[in-house]
């Protein structure tokens, strides 16, 4: 079965640092696509980068970038140059292409980031 | 563009009520899917609305239901009402297509609580 798992709940970090929030997964589709979203104090979750399963490159979105390791079913994000805005909760979250064309996200249960100045 | 709302904000109801929350998506997305999250149990996915008919459904009881109407809105409903039922709404909208990308864009969300 399909299952995000987010070993992180808390985490700090100092500002201008870089973080790594982990991520691993569990699919057995060939085809899926790996999603991180923010959820700030507010409730809104923010999208913030993509992979999917067939990209032989890691992405990036500006300060974000997703460490892509197929083998090892993970999927972590990093954060560069930390600012005191990032401080919320970051989930990672999976669609497979077995669903079809479906809007099924399973999230993790997320990791807190709080960026100290 | 105007981005996903769903109405309303905040809502106090009580055991055994029934309530309605209202998400208008993103113009031009057709697929709309509403997730719950709670402390305890995370974000989990309720059920999705593409072109008025129920895509995808999670696993809810029948006390959950939902629509969806022919300009995208979907609505969300909740019958006899449980304390378990506290908890924030999201709905999330998207064009609906093809391929596991289909990003989804998602609202403030409606947080209920019930007493």
């Known amino acids: 079965a399909q299952k995000i798992t987010q070993t992180q709940p808390g985490m700090f970090v100092q500002e201008k640092e870089a973080v790594t929030l982990d991520c691993t997964y569990d699919?057995?589709?060939?085809?899926?696509?790996l999603f991180w979203y923010k959820q700030p104090s507010s409730g809104e979750m923010i999208f913030l980068i993509y992979q999917g399963s067939y990209d032989e490159q890691n992405a990036t979105e500006g300060r974000y970038s997703l460490n892509f390791q197929k083998a090892r079913k993970s999927a972590n994000l990093v954060i560069s140059a930390s600012q005191l805005g990032d401080s919320a909760m970051y989930f990672c979250?999976?669609?497979?292409?077995?669903?079809?064309?479906?809007?099924?996200?399973?999230f993790g249960q997320g990791t807190t980031l709080q960026v100290k100045p | 563009k105007a981005g996903v709302t769903q109405t309303p904000r905040y809502l106090i109801k009580t055991r055994g009520q029934q309530v309605t929350l209202s998400c208008s998506p993103i113009s031009g997305h057709r697929s709309v899917s509403w997730y719950q999250q709670t402390p305890g149990q995370g974000l989990q996915f309720l059920f999705e609305y593409f072109s008025e008919t129920q895509r995808n459904k999670g696993n809810f009881p029948g006390r959950f239901s939902g629509r969806q109407f022919s300009n995208s809105r979907s609505e969300m409903n909740v019958s006899t009402l449980e304390l378990g039922d506290s908890a924030l709404y999201l709905c999330?909208?998207?064009?609906?297509?093809?391929?596991?990308?289909?990003?989804?864009?998602f609202g403030p969300g409606t947080r209920l609580t019930v007493l």
């Open positions: 699919t057995s589709d060939q085809s899926y696509g």
């Open positions: 979250a999976m669609r497979e292409y077995l669903s079809g064309n479906t809007g099924k996200l399973i």
């Open positions: 999330a909208s998207s064009l609906g297509g093809a391929g596991v990308y289909n990003e989804q864009f």
